[in-house]
């Protein structure tokens, strides 16, 4: 088995700043993804990313950037944080070949902007 | 454009009673379905998944589902619940081969009662 490690769990930024999460997979998976989730609205897709150095956005990409730098990490930035924002992010991995759909996710991290 | 919905937004039940949480889908093709489950402070869980074939499918932990093309529904069933099954389960969509086109839904969080 392997394993999504999602760093911090949490963080707290001011207006205006900029900050990044991290995520690291030991499937040796080609895709990965970041989604935001938010109370009452589900999951959406901010950016994914098929392999090493590609970069796709979602539907909710606007405000982010993201880096895939190697095969196991992705990374995801807000560039500017905005005042009384709070949502968890998760980051997820899958294989093609594997199935649409099977996806595996980290445990999440959690902002809030104060 | 696809959707999912979960009409209901939160289900109670007592240990040992049967459970059914509602999925019902938009898309005029045919779709693959799945039901991902999201434990207390952890990321989300495949319990299932449906590509073709026999409607009803098979997942993790009893947990069961049924495909309805007529309906477009994907429901989801167990038995008897046990206090470990509280959660939040999510039915999604995909409507392609690619892991990246999944529409999820809002989520249904269930409690269960000793």
């Known amino acids: 088995g392997g394993i999504i490690t999602q760093t911090p769990k949490f963080l707290i930024g001011q207006e205006g700043q900029k900050l990044t999460l991290k995520c690291q997979q030991n499937?040796?998976?080609?895709?990965m993804y970041w989604y935001r989730q938010d109370s009452g609205k589900g999951l959406r897709l901010i950016y994914y990313s098929i392999t090493e150095n590609d970069l796709q956005k979602g539907d909710l990409s606007e405000g982010y950037d993201a880096s895939r730098e190697k095969k196991s990490s992705f990374s995801l930035t807000v560039t500017s944080a905005q005042k009384n924002e709070m949502a968890v992010f998760l980051c997820?991995?899958?294989?093609?070949?594997?199935?649409?759909?099977?996806?595996?996710f980290g445990e999440g991290s959690k902002l809030t902007v104060l | 454009a696809q959707s999912v919905t979960q009409p209901d937004a939160r289900v109670t039940v007592s240990e040992g009673a049967s459970l059914q949480l509602r999925c019902k889908y938009s898309?005029?093709?045919?779709?693959?379905l799945f039901w991902y489950v999201q434990y207390p402070r952890q990321g989300l869980q495949l319990l299932l998944k449906y590509y073709s074939g026999d409607p009803v499918v098979q997942g993790v932990n009893g947990f069961e589902a049924e495909f309805s093309k007529s309906n477009s529904s994907f429901h989801l069933r167990k038995a008897s619940v046990h206090w470990s099954d509280s959660a939040v389960y999510f039915c999604v969509l995909s409507v392609n081969n690619y892991a990246q086109g999944l529409t999820f839904g809002l989520g249904t969080r269930v409690s269960v009662f000793p």
């Open positions: 898309y005029s093709g045919t779709p693959y």
């Open positions: 997820a991995s899958s294989q093609p070949g594997q199935g649409p759909g099977q996806l595996y």
């Open positions: 499937f040796n998976h080609d895709t």
